[in-house]
């Protein structure tokens, strides 16, 4: 009974490790190979349809500076380019790294590093330390563009 | 071309020494107005469907109200506003001698106040401060701005500048990335302006309200997931006047209306 209660303790002690580390949002870490990041963040592949929901939300910030084929809103922006025909543009592990951190490729970018928490200037306090999507955002979203073909 | 290149990019140096990569030419300055749609530009241009001129009605009312421990008016020192604080607010923000820094319109008034009239400060966006503020600038409507001519003022305006070009918050923008880079184009739909502020305090329609350019810079430092500067900030009050100067030259339109 005691072995077993000490058992609990660990375990319980264990999942609060684990749940404070994905509280504090530490980024999971990831491969580059090439141009690209060509293994799934979470490990496990996204989901296109909650992808393209997420490229819709003006919270993910996509479509204030890109438009693409999405007829019912008229509220897209065009300071970036039309998200129409990625998939062919770019293979699944290009467009991983693009939005993990597009400003690898290029400095001057005004494209935000989504998946990238340091070397940023006076964050507000609600999203210090935190990316701007989660691995599982981007990886639903990389699954969507993928889907972008003409 | 390169040799014709060489020629105009030493002609640009030539005539616009002050002018940073990336900085709008004096002649391609455009106020916010132009981006606008009809609708908000006639609303603007009618004194009857302006709603920022209740404002500044209301300012006119408290130009001449004694207040503080002084029991004395505006209109007890500056006179008739039409006259004394004309082309004013062009100028500002403008180098304060005792303070040896540049003070917004809103500061000046509330150092008169506290100075002057003895009387509370008032808070940053309060009605009477909008008011006043409006009702001064509201002088200056035509005048071309001036504010950052001072040579005193020439660090802060520096200053200024340097935090519209330093990149910050989550989402790591500078102010130059879309005010100066992108300017007409569109951000989700709406056009993105030259961030002129030729007319604060404006009637913003998103607002619902007259507020001041420190409101309309705090809520782009949001937008940017950016902390804010708190309002009177000396970071805030270098950004007005780096904008200010940068708007050299384009007609005051206080009270502007703004989508």
Known sequence: MARASVHIAALIAASCAFACHVGAEELLPYNITGDGIAESLTGAPGDAARGRALVLARTTTCILCHSGPFPETRFQGDLAPDLSGAGNRWTVSQLRLRLVDAARFNPETIMPSYYRTDRLARVGRNFAGKPILSAAEIEDIVAFLATLRD | MSFWRAISAAALLATAPALLAGEIPPDARRSGYSFMGPDTRAMQDDDTSNPGMLFVLDGEALWTKKTGNADKAC??????????????????????????????????????????????????????????????????RGTAITAGDDPQLKPFVEQGRDLFMQREGQLNLACTNCHDDNFNKRLAGAPITQ????????????????GSLERRLRSCMTGVRAQAYDFGAPELVALELYLMSRAHGLPMETPAVRP
């Open chain 2, 75 to 140: 209109a007890d020192c500056h006179g008739d506003a039409r006259g004394s604080m004309k082309g004013v607010a062009a100028r500002y923000p403008a180098f304060d001698k005792a303070l040896a820094r540049p003070v917004t319109l809103d500061q000046r008034i509330n150092l008169c106040r506290s100075n002057h009239q003895q009387a509370t400060p008032l808070p940053y966006e309060s009605r009477d401060l909008l008011a006043l503020s409006a009702f001064v600038a509201h002088q200056s």
């Open chain 2, 195 to 210: 961030g002129q502020p030729t007319g604060y305090p404006l009637y913003r329609l998103e607002w619902q309200t007259l």
